[in-house]
């Protein structure tokens, strides 16, 4: 992570300003700062802005997770009347269905609109598959609309949905051109007419194209062309015209959209009719992934390819899975929604808005080629996203650790793995762990030059804590044993080096390197523990392991003569700093891995040091900044009493329901007055789900 600056609470309200905000609808369980309707991928990341009361779907456009727009038009004909339900559509016409309610679990984000004498329920569908590899892996969404009579009688209905070419790029003036296939499925495939292999503009890739997909069944009907001449012929017909523009340009020349159109026929109260869409964004290869050499590259792909050998039968699949695909995620979101609520409805509502968040800055991925993927090499790629463009950044992965190691621990390993590898090879130069592998996702070229952002013991405390709790929680001890020389080797360098850090950054590098920071000293203790235990149960070296703990356990009594302030009320910031205090969440560690390490009396202290240091907004950082973070007040409350912990969640709760702000989960916030910081969007979210692990 690099430094960011803070956003000032003017923009902040300016920003607001610009949105229609109205909240004469129910928000369950509250409105968040924004909705997730298409949330996959790091380049498939659609998002509805929903600041202070709240913004009807039919009053703005969605949004990229930077905040660029995402033109996604919605309109409904109801008996021949118009009505619109997504976008802000300039064609005239139609009238705007009323907002009646909005709501999101952790896969879903749902609205219901009514548009005259029918009401539509439109859900954004961003599957969470945990437990198919396949089915994960696929970078498409889906959107359905339903229609039910609101009156007693018997409407007919049809609905039209379309996107334009701001879903390729934020620079409007790039040319793109695009077809329409039309089988089973009908697809609007388009892209950039220039790409670059793993480039980014904007956060946006300059690679792949873009499908909109519905299945081609009876009143099916297509249209590609200028933006208000394709939303004006559905709206004055009630259909599309099945024509194709073939005038590629450039996005903003004339706006061109790629559009359907479904008939639902008859629509009554009891018999609701729906139509069903999909959106992904598909390129191949995924991801650039340095090799044993330092000089060749292995360009991976998505791991979906090991079942499909096409784009049409992948999508095609997609779209007949609907049903099931609905029903596995209510399951997953009343999993979700069951295991939090039995701490607190408001810790279930955290939990559930992190879910497609943290899930949507990863990609799954195989090697191999066509009749030839190895599907037993699985490596998951995950963004940093908004604090910088990194891949797999170990502190990042570890604050989102708990929602892979709740869903699937297998998530671990994948994200872990291209990190051992990598350094496997002896081209990572520094004797501590790395860092990330590469600057600039999507493409991880590592840093043969040991030139990444230097965290020594941040990032070797992290990779064995990770290593342990992943074997723990599987029983499988295949990466420990593969990699158990450069797990000493961490270990090593922390026995030599973390009782009295040198000026080094840690995982709040935003506020610069400090030596001797109580709650970085901490965490690569907590490390050298956890060798210790790997040594003995995984390894079958006692005498490392007898070592690790005894160095381990005199390391502590130490740390807490020099962290513990001079009135015995807090840990310090910096040893010997007694004005200074911290959010102690790598504590948090000793609870995860269950080594009953850190002795009771210092989480009961700092328990007791938070409850009557709250700000409305949680507990800093840090003494340096004013800046909290939800997922480490999370993580921290795993060490506090039962009334802390509630306090953390109300406070993160209180913030996030605020209206505050326009962006996706922003995971770092002033505490006092809540305004927001530049990251949004981030995985580490996941450590939302902290909890739920123990």
């Not at 948090?588 to 850190?598: E, H, P, R, V, Y």
């Amino acid at each position: 992570m690099v430094p960011t600056t803070w956003i000032p609470a003017l923009s902040v309200i300016l920003t607001l300003l610009t949105y229609p905000v109205a909240s004469d609808w129910t928000s369950t369980p509250f409105n968040p700062p924004s909705y997730p309707l298409a949330v996959r991928t790091p380049y498939l990341s659609a998002w509805f802005p929903s600041p202070g009361g709240g913004v009807a779907l039919n009053d703005a456009w969605p949004e990229f997770w930077t905040g660029a727009t995402l033109g996604w038009a919605g309109l409904v004909n109801v008996d021949g009347a118009a009505y619109s339900f997504l976008g802000e559509s300039s064609v005239s016409n139609f009238t705007k269905a009323t907002q009646v309610s909005a709501e999101f679990t952790s896969t879903r984000s749902i609205f219901v609109l009514s548009a005259g004498p029918v009401d539509l329920t439109v859900t954004f569908l961003s599957p969470i598959e945990p437990d198919d590899l396949v089915k994960q892996s696929l970078p498409f969404s889906y959107l359905s609309v339903s229609a039910a009579s609101n009156d007693g009688s018997s409407h007919t209905v049809s609905v039209y949905t379309d996107i334009t070419g701001e879903w390729l790029s934020t620079d409007h003036t790039a040319a793109i051109n695009w077809t329409t296939t039309a089988g089973d499925v009908l697809t609007h495939q388009s892209q950039l007419q220039n790409q670059t292999v793993y480039s980014e503009s904007e956060d946006r890739i300059l690679q792949g194209s873009v499908y909109y997909s519905t299945r081609n069944v009876d009143g099916a009907t297509y249209q590609t062309g200028q933006s208000t001449v394709v939303r004006s012929y559905f709206i004055d017909h009630g259909e599309l015209a099945n024509t194709r523009d073939t005038n590629y340009r450039a996005i903003d020349n004339d706006w061109p959209v790629f559009a359907f159109s479904r008939s639902l026929g008859k629509v009554t109260k009891d018999v609701p009719q729906y139509a069903v869409f999909s959106v992904g964004h598909v390129r191949d290869p995924v991801i650039k992934y340095i090799q044993n050499n330092g000089v060749t590259f292995e360009s991976r792909s998505y791991y979906f390819w090991s079942t499909y050998s096409t784009i049409s039968g992948a999508i095609t699949a997609f779209l007949l899975d609907y049903s099931a695909a609905l029903s596995r995620a209510e399951s997953l979101d009343k999993k979700l929604q069951t295991a939090a609520a039995s701490i607190s409805s408001d810790y279930a509502d955290i939990v559930a808005l992190s879910m497609r968040q943290t899930f949507g800055a990863t990609e799954l991925t195989i090697s191999g080629s066509p009749g030839a993927w190895n599907t037993d090499d699985v490596l998951m790629f995950i963004k940093e996203i908004s604090s910088d463009g990194n891949i797999n950044t170990v502190d990042i992965i570890m604050p989102a650790w708990p929602a892979f190691m709740y869903l699937n621990p297998k998530f671990g390993k994948y994200m872990l793995l291209p990190l051992l590898q990598y350094q496997a090879t002896g081209q990572y130069p520094n004797e501590w762990a790395v860092h990330d592998m590469g600057a600039h996702y999507p493409i991880a070229n590592g840093h043969d030059q040991g030139l990444d952002e230097k965290m020594p013991i941040e990032e070797c405390g992290n990779m064995i804590n990770m290593m342990l709790d992943y074997t723990q929680r599987t029983g499988d001890a295949s990466l420990v044993k593969a990699y158990s020389k450069h797990l000493n080797q961490w270990a090593e360098y922390l026995v030599a080096n973390t009782l009295f850090p040198v000026n080094q950054l840690t995982t709040v590098d935003f506020d610069g390197p400090l030596p001797n920071q109580t709650n970085l000293a901490i965490k690569g203790i907590i490390g050298i523990q956890a060798m210790s235990v790997i040594s003995k149960k995984y390894l079958g070296d006692v005498e490392s392991a007898n070592s690790y703990n005894s160095t381990a356990a005199s390391y502590l009594k130490t740390w807490q003569s020099y962290a513990t302030s001079s009135n015995g009320t807090h840990l310090v910031l910096e040893y010997g700093y007694q004005s200074g205090d911290v959010l102690a969440f790598n504590l948090a560690m000793d609870k995860l891995l269950g080594l009953n390490f850190i002795p009771d009396s210092v989480n009961s202290m700092q328990s007791t040091y938070y409850e009557n240091h709250l700000a409305k907004y949680g507990f800093p950082l840090d003494s340096r900044s004013t800046y909290t973070s939800s997922e480490w007040m999370i993580w921290t409350s795993m060490t506090t009493s039962n009334s802390v912990r509630n306090s953390f969640i109300q406070a993160v709760h209180g913030w996030v329901s605020s209206g505050q702000s326009k962006t996706p989960f922003t995971d770092r916030f002033d505490d006092a007055t809540g305004s927001s910081s530049p990251n949004k969007n981030r995985p580490v979210v996941g450590g939302n789900l902290a909890l739920l692990l123990l």
